[in-house]
C-alpha cells in the first residue's frame, strides 16, 4: 500500500492555471496506474485525467480535453495534473488516485471503484 499526498491547489480566477502534484510514498510507485478525480459540492465523484503505469497512455473526461495534461514521473514517484484554462465549473476537491498494476502497463482506468488508493484531496476554486 501508498501513502499519496495532493499539493498545489488554490483560488484563482477563471483562465488561470494550477498544476496539482501528488506524492506517493514507497518504492512500487512505478506499478502503479494512477488518476485525477474531482467531487463538486453536492456532486457525485467524478474522473478526470488517467494515466497508465508505463506514462504512455493518458484517458481525460470530455470537460477538461485540451486544457488538462496528466504526466507523471516514475524517478519523482510523483503524479501531475497541468490545469490551463480554468473555468469556474472545475471548481471541486481534486483527488490523487492509484491502482496496483502487476502486468499492465498499458491502460487507463477512469472508475472510481478501481483504485485503492487515494489522497486526502486539494480544493481547487476558480472564481469568475
Known amino acids: 500500500q501508498v501513502q499519496l499526498v495532493e499539493s498545489g491547489g488554490g483560488l484563482v480566477q477563471a483562465g488561470d492555471s494550477l498544476r496539482l502534484s501528488c506524492a506517493v510514498s514507497?518504492?512500487?510507485?512505478?506499478?502503479?496506474?494512477m488518476a485525477w478525480f474531482r467531487q463538486a459540492p453536492g456532486k457525485a465523484r467524478e474522473s478526470v485525467a488517467a494515466?497508465?503505469?508505463?506514462?504512455?497512455?493518458?484517458s481525460y473526461t470530455d470537460s477538461v480535453k485540451g486544457r488538462f495534461t496528466i504526466s507523471r514521473d516514475n524517478g519523482k514517484n510523483a503524479v501531475y495534473l497541468q490545469m490551463n484554462s480554468l473555468k469556474p465549473e472545475d471548481t471541486a476537491r481534486y483527488y490523487c488516485?492509484?491502482?496496483?498494476?502487476?502486468?499492465?502497463?498499458?491502460?487507463?482506468?477512469?472508475?472510481?471503484?478501481?483504485?485503492?488508493?487515494w489522497g486526502q484531496g486539494a480544493q481547487v476554486t476558480v472564481s469568475s
Open positions: 514507497g518504492r512500487t510507485f512505478s506499478r502503479y496506474a
Open positions: 494515466i497508465s503505469r508505463s506514462g504512455d497512455s493518458t
Open positions: 488516485a492509484g491502482r496496483l498494476m502487476i502486468f499492465d502497463m498499458h491502460n487507463t482506468y477512469s472508475s472510481e471503484g478501481q483504485y485503492n488508493d
